[in-house]
Each structure stands twice: as C-alpha cells, then as structure tokens.
T-cell receptor
Framework: GAGVSQSPSNKVTEKGKDVELRCDPI?????LYWYRQSLGQGLEFLIY????????KSGLPSDRFSAERTGGSVSTLTIQRTQQEDSAVYLC????????????FGSGTRLTVV | SQQGEEDPQALSIQEGENATMNCSYK?????LQWYRQNSGRGLVHLIL?????REKHSGRLRVTLDTSKKSSSLLITASRAADTASYFC????????????FGAGTTVTVRA
C-alpha cells in the first residue's frame, strides 16, 4: 500500500478483555516495529520483526503482550486480559530493510481500557 | 529505555522566528533521526544524519550532530503555524540492534 495502515484507529475495551491491533506495512518493507506512546510521553519500543521472525521482543512489557507477523506483511499485536495501564497509542512502523533506514509510521491505534 | 533526551520540553515562538531544539543521547550511534508528530498520531520522518556527518540541511531544517558531546540540534528557520507539532529525536545504536530509541520530544507552538 501507499502507507502503513493500522486498525482500528480507536479501541475502547473493558478491563480484562483481549484486544488485537493490526498493522499493514508498506509493501516490500521487510522490517516492522511496534511502539507504544502514553499520553505526552515518548515512544516505548515493544517488538521488531525482520520478515516473519522477531529478533527483538525485549520491549514487550509482560507475557500478556504478544505479536506475530505472517507472510512478511501484516502484523498483529495482541494484548490479553487488558489493564488500565495498557491505555496508550500503539504505533506501528515499517522500513525497507532494518538498519539505517527511516521509518514510515502508521497513524496508530488509540487504546482505552475502562 | 529512552536513549535521547530533548531540550526544551516545550517551546513557544512567533511565526517567522527560528526554533531550536536539542537532543542528547548516551551511547554510540550509527545515525540520528528527527521526526515530527502532529496531534499525537503517527510520526513523520524529517531528516537522518549519520555518525560521520556533522551538519545536514533539508529545506528550512538544519540538523547538527556532535558525536564527541553526544548531542544533536534541530533548527527550523522562518517558522510557520503549520510547524506546530512535537519533535522527536531517535537514535540507532552502534551495536546494530536495528531499532530506534526515541526521546520524550519537544512540543513546539508557533503563534500566528
């Protein structure tokens, strides 16, 4: 596609429910990144994919968070048993190859846990 | 963990004035990038400067990099209302971990 597409753009969920956030990167971009941004804060790295594999999952905050990428394209970030502290904007970015390449970001998913 | 620290946290200027913001980082880098974010949504890449470069220009943007001081600056000249946004520096570490570490950002408000 022309840009990085994320869905849904907004998600309100009840505490304890599971949510899935989707990212559709730019076609041909092999590297895909998930970040989280809490209100007024910087970006917190969550996970990085090179193709379908995730060499770096170091930023996932707990085992309630998981992500996968299939076909070297679409990625899904799943949060199980959501907590109020999970409320944030979840940003996905892709780049042509990993390393020394600018990222193209999606518009993010604003997650609100009530 | 956040590698970059931007300074100031917030900046308010009159249209036509220049805006300067600084970024400091802690470890050796391959490159440093600046991004702009409007309305708390997706970030837009502005400029990338490699560790062996000292200065780079793009339109009204000027970026400097001082690796000895582990710092960078972003200058926006002749600011416009449309420049109102948050600006983030991001560093790619020299250990080739291929992920960018972002600072907390500088919020710039340009008054008409």
């Amino acid at each position: 596609g022309a840009g990085v597409s994320q869905s849904p753009s907004n998600k309100v969920t009840e505490k304890g429910k599971d949510v899935e956030l989707r990212c559709d990167p730019i076609s041909g971009h092999t590297a895909l990144y998930w970040y989280r941004q809490s209100l007024g804060q910087g970006l917190e790295f969550l996970i990085y994919f090179q193709g379908n594999s995730a060499p770096d999952k170091s930023g996932l905050p707990s085992d309630r968070f998981s992500a996968e990428r299939t076909g070297g394209s679409v990625s899904t970030l799943t949060i199980q048993r959501t907590q109020q502290e999970d409320s944030a904007v979840y940003l996905c970015a892709s780049s042509l190859i990993s390393g020394t390449q600018p990222y193209t970001f999606g518009s993010g998913t604003r997650l609100t846990v009530v | 963990s956040q590698q970059g620290e931007e300074d100031p946290q917030a900046l308010s200027i009159q249209e036509g004035e220049n805006a300067t913001m600084n970024c400091s980082y802690k470890t050796s880098i391959n490159n440093l990038q600046w991004y702009r974010q409007n309305s708390g949504r997706g970030l837009v890449h502005l400029i990338l400067i490699r560790s062996n470069e000292r200065e780079k220009h793009s339109g009204r943007l000027r970026v400097t990099l001082d690796t000895s001081k582990k710092s960078s600056s972003l200058l926006i000249t002749a600011s416009r209302a449309a420049d109102t946004a948050s600006y983030f520096c991001a560093t790619e570490g020299a250990t080739n971990d291929y992920k960018l570490s972002f600072g907390a950002g500088t919020t710039v408000t340009v008054r008409a």
